[in-house]
Structure formats: structure tokens, C-alpha cells
């Protein structure tokens, strides 16, 4: 991550003590009070009908969560695309493609690798790229990627992400925290999704539900898992087990690191060495000459690895002479599956 990103999250998470980072909180807090205010009238506003809401012609699904960045909502774009394309419907992938201002952004080059037959167009005007996806791709069924917040397509079902690592984004809304919205908006929800829940404990698990059914009462709660299923490189694949019990020099640029850091260690590599960017971060040339010498300074016998999101904005297979892999990642479902089958069957009417 970039010095300021590394240095925001630590803020605000209460790593950084002392008087200063103390005033900057306070700053923060007081920041996210306008923010807040209007988070809650521009929803009030939807709620009331006052704000216009468009309907497509074929059925919604969203995909989004509450925070900023990091609760997994690749993988679970992939798995919904997916199931509707196991049911033979033509699936489009909407998306505002957040950091693409030179072309496709990392989440939507991860999605046409891995799911090579379904469009997916991005823009500012989601309404508009329905339209697209309806009237000249002839679509049945579009999945608005990140999308709980863009209240003006309408949808059939809601799927809100909740990271059992980290589910309230802090507990404080934007600056001071990580949440987009007050997690009452989580009322909302069709169906509330844990990932990461193999990263924390029963009980923690078991009040993440209660938070849950406290904030959307009979709303399904679905517990999944981020599984590692590969290593890739370019065309190339490797079994996982090239990992255990080796030293690995690991980067990526992505809103929970932590999370990638662990799923390394969960599947016995060493992490001898670890370099973090900002999520979605733009590799330049510089950026690139320093990986190179970065990965040639690490242990011959180790392995260089990233995450696919990080591997399709560099289209490297070697770094500094060594091999460079990336760890493809699918959604599995651990708790809940016929809930959320039935749920996205009912969101097709």
C-alpha cells in the first residue's frame, strides 16, 4: 500500500497513538458527520419513492457490501454470474469500474479471465449500460457488481457482503471508519453473505449472525469461504502445494492484505517477505523495475506470488528472473447454500 494508505488504516483503526493521530481521529470523526447526514437522506429519499429508481427489463441481482473495499465481492460476482449461467441464461456483469480511467480495472479483467463468455460493461451510468446489456447483447439476467449502494437501478435481489474479519468497517462511517453506510442499511439486504469466515472463530462467527439478524430481521445469513483452487501464470497452472513449506516473497494491491497474507500462511507457506499498494493500484514502469529488484533480492528456492486482481494489470509471468505466480480464488459456500439457491432463483421471478 502506498505511505498514505498504509498510515490512513492504521489511523483509523487506533493503531497510531499519541497526540496527533488523536486530533486526526477527531478531525475524522467530525468529517463523517456531513458525510452520514447526507449517506441517510439520500437513502430516506429512495425509501420514499421521491428519488426515481428504473427498472430493467430483465431481472437485477447486486452484489455489494457496507465498507470500503475488501470483503471478497469478486469471487462472489463470479459465483452468481456463474450459477445463472449454469441455468444456459445469457448473464451480463454491470459495474461503475472504479480506478479505470485508462481502460479496464483489475476486478473486471479478473471476471473475463475467469468467465470468459459473459460481458461485462462498466460506466458511471448503470441504467444506461442495462439498456445495453438488454437491447444489444440480448442478456436474461444482469448482476450489478458493487452495487448496494446505487439505488437508482432497481433490483431483484440484494447480496450485502459482510468480511467476518473486519464487518463494521472500524464501527465509524467514512473518513473516520470504513463504512459507506450506517450498517442499519443492512435492512435492505435480500441476503446477507459472510466471507472470510474461516479466518475467525465459532463464536465470533455466531455474533456476526446475531448482529445480522438483529440488523435484518429474516433475512438468510450464508457463510462462505474464500478457497484458494490454483496457482496461475499466464496459460500455466501449479498445484497449491508448491507453496507449503516454502519461503514466499508476496505483494498485492487490494483492500484487505491482511486477508491475502493469511491465506498464504493457512496454506503453509512462509511468508518471508510481504509488500503492500493501495487497492486497485495502478502498476507503473518504476513500480515495476522496483518489484523486479525487490524479487531478486529474495531466497532462490522461494516462490514470488500475487493475487489474480494484481497478475492482470502487470501481465508478467517472470519478476526479476523468477516465475511469477498469483493465487486464483473462488467463493465456497460452508453454510446456507439452499438459502442463497433459492434466493437467486426467486430473484429471476
Same mark, same amino acid.
Given at each position: 500500500?502506498?505511505?498514505?494508505?498504509?498510515?490512513? +488504516?492504521?489511523?483509523?483503526?487506533?493503531?497510531?497513538?499519541?497526540?496527533?493521530?488523536?486530533?486526526?481521529?477527531?478531525? *475524522?470523526?467530525?468529517?463523517?458527520?456531513?458525510?452520514?447526514?447526507?449517506?441517510?437522506?439520500?437513502?430516506?429519499?429512495?425509501?420514499?419513492?421521491?428519488?426515481?429508481?428504473?427498472?430493467?427489463?430483465?431481472?437485477?441481482?447486486?452484489?455489494?457490501?457496507?465498507?470500503?473495499?475488501?470483503? &471478497?465481492?469478486?469471487?462472489?460476482?463470479?459465483?452468481?454470474?456463474?450459477?445463472?449461467?449454469?441455468?444456459?441464461?445469457?448473464?451480463?456483469?454491470?459495474? +461503475?469500474?472504479?480506478?479505470?480511467?485508462?481502460?479496464?480495472?483489475?476486478?473486471?479483467?479478473?471476471?473475463?479471465?475467469?468467465?470468459?463468455?459473459?460481458?461485462?460493461?462498466?460506466?458511471?451510468?448503470?441504467?444506461?449500460?442495462?439498456?445495453?446489456?438488454?437491447?444489444?447483447?440480448?442478456?436474461?439476467?444482469?448482476?450489478?457488481?458493487?452495487?448496494?449502494?446505487?439505488?437508482?437501478?432497481? +433490483?431483484?435481489?440484494?447480496?450485502?457482503?459482510?468480511?467476518?474479519?473486519?464487518?463494521?468497517?472500524? &464501527?465509524?462511517?467514512?473518513?473516520?471508519?470504513?463504512?459507506?453506510?450506517?450498517?442499519?442499511?443492512?435492512?435492505?439486504?435480500?441476503?446477507?453473505?459472510?466471507?472470510?469466515?474461516?479466518?475467525?472463530?465459532?463464536?465470533?462467527?455466531?455474533?456476526?449472525? *446475531?448482529?445480522?439478524? +438483529?440488523?435484518?430481521?429474516?433475512?438468510?445469513?450464508?457463510?462462505?469461504?474464500?478457497?484458494?483452487?490454483?496457482?496461475?501464470?499466464?496459460?500455466?497452472?501449479?498445484?497449491?502445494?508448491?507453496?507449503?513449506?516454502?519461503?514466499?516473497?508476496?505483494?498485492?494491491?487490494?483492500?484487505?492484505?491482511?486477508?491475502?497474507?493469511?491465506?498464504?500462511?493457512?496454506?503453509?507457506?512462509?511468508?518471508?517477505?510481504?509488500?503492500?499498494?493501495?487497492?486497485?493500484?495502478?502498476?507503473?514502469?518504476?513500480?515495476?523495475?522496483?518489484?523486479?529488484?525487490?524479487?531478486?533480492?529474495?531466497?532462490?528456492?522461494?516462490?514470488?506470488?500475487?493475487?489474480?486482481?494484481?497478475?492482470?494489470?502487470?501481465?508478467?509471468?517472470?519478476?526479476?528472473?523468477?516465475?511469477?505466480?498469483?493465487?486464483?480464488?473462488?467463493?465456497?459456500?460452508?453454510?446456507?447454500?439452499?438459502?442463497?439457491?433459492?434466493?437467486?432463483?426467486?430473484?429471476?421471478?
Amino acid at each position: 500500500m502506498t505511505a498514505s494508505g498504509d498510515y490512513y +488504516r492504521a489511523l483509523v483503526s487506533g493503531q497510531r497513538r499519541g497526540l496527533w493521530p488523536g486530533v486526526q481521529r477527531g478531525g *475524522l470523526r467530525l468529517a463523517s458527520v456531513p458525510y452520514g447526514w447526507a449517506t441517510r437522506w439520500r437513502n430516506w429519499l429512495y425509501d420514499l419513492g421521491w428519488k426515481t429508481t428504473h427498472r430493467a427489463a430483465v431481472p437485477v441481482v447486486s452484489v455489494g457490501n457496507l465498507t470500503l473495499g475488501g470483503t &471478497g465481492k469478486t469471487p462472489c460476482v463470479e459465483y452468481v454470474a456463474d450459477f445463472f449461467r449454469q441455468l444456459d441464461l445469457r448473464v451480463a456483469l454491470l459495474s +461503475r469500474g472504479y480506478g479505470s480511467a485508462a481502460g479496464r480495472n483489475d476486478e473486471a479483467l479478473v471476471l473475463e479471465e475467469n468467465l470468459p463468455d459473459v460481458p461485462h460493461l462498466q460506466g458511471p451510468d448503470r441504467v444506461a449500460l442495462a439498456s445495453v446489456a438488454v437491447e444489444e447483447l440480448e442478456s436474461e439476467v444482469l448482476v450489478l457488481d458493487d452495487g448496494f449502494q446505487h439505488r437508482r437501478l432497481a +433490483r431483484n435481489l440484494d447480496l450485502v457482503l459482510v468480511d467476518a474479519t473486519d464487518p463494521w468497517g472500524q &464501527g465509524q462511517l467514512f473518513p473516520r471508519g470504513l463504512l459507506r453506510e450506517a450498517p442499519a442499511g443492512l435492512r435492505r439486504a435480500g441476503i446477507v453473505v459472510l466471507t472470510r469466515c474461516d479466518q475467525v472463530d465459532d463464536a465470533r462467527r455466531e455474533q456476526l449472525r *446475531l448482529d445480522a439478524g +438483529r440488523l435484518a430481521p429474516a433475512v438468510p445469513v450464508v457463510e462462505t469461504t474464500h478457497r484458494p483452487v490454483a496457482l496461475v501464470n499466464g496459460g500455466a497452472a501449479a498445484p497449491l502445494e508448491r507453496l507449503r513449506e516454502q519461503p514466499v516473497a508476496a505483494f498485492c494491491g487490494i483492500g484487505n492484505p491482511a486477508a491475502f497474507r493469511r491465506t498464504l500462511a493457512d496454506l503453509g507457506a512462509t511468508v518471508a517477505a510481504f509488500r503492500t499498494f493501495a487497492d486497485h493500484h495502478p502498476y507503473t514502469r518504476a513500480d515495476v523495475e522496483d518489484l523486479r529488484a525487490w524479487a531478486q533480492r529474495q531466497e532462490a528456492a522461494g516462490v514470488v506470488i500475487t493475487t489474480q486482481k494484481d497478475l492482470v494489470k502487470l501481465r508478467l509471468t517472470q519478476l526479476g528472473g523468477r516465475e511469477l505466480w498469483a493465487l486464483r480464488i473462488r467463493l465456497h459456500v460452508t453454510a446456507g447454500q439452499e438459502a442463497l439457491d433459492r434466493k437467486l432463483k426467486e430473484a429471476l421471478g
